[in-house]
């Protein structure tokens, strides 16, 4: 099975520059999905292809972990401790009501 991402735009030269400089690409997409995913749940990295074939292919492995609540779960159970994933998933259900406005404010 071929990973045919011809149909995404291509990503520009800065923006390709700012990736490589911002993620560990040297570091396993589970593992840094799984240690950093939370953060990044607005990740769309992945809907542009990449001239560096090895940062194209861990940029859209990364973006599959990450927008696949299941996968994302299931490598942050296998490289985070249970205080680190307890602590990944309360950051995510915070998020999850910031935007969705139910955070309670205070009168």
């Known amino acids: 099975m071929t990973n045919d991402r011809s149909h995404l735009p291509l990503a520009t030269n800065e923006m390709e520059t700012h990736v490589r400089e911002v993620f560990p690409i040297a570091t396993d997409p589970d593992e840094f999905a799984a240690r950093d995913g939370a953060g990044w749940m607005d990740f769309t990295f992945h809907e542009f292809r990449f001239q560096d074939p090895e940062l194209d292919s861990w940029i859209h492995a990364v973006g599959k972990i990450i927008t696949d609540p299941q996968q994302l779960e299931e490598v942050q159970r296998k490289y985070l401790t249970e205080a680190e994933f307890i602590e990944a998933r309360k ?7 910031e935007e969705d ?7």
Request: no cysteine.
């Open 91 to 97: 950051y995510m259900d915070d998020d999850d009501l």
């Open 101 to 107: 406005h139910e955070l309670p404010y205070p009168k």
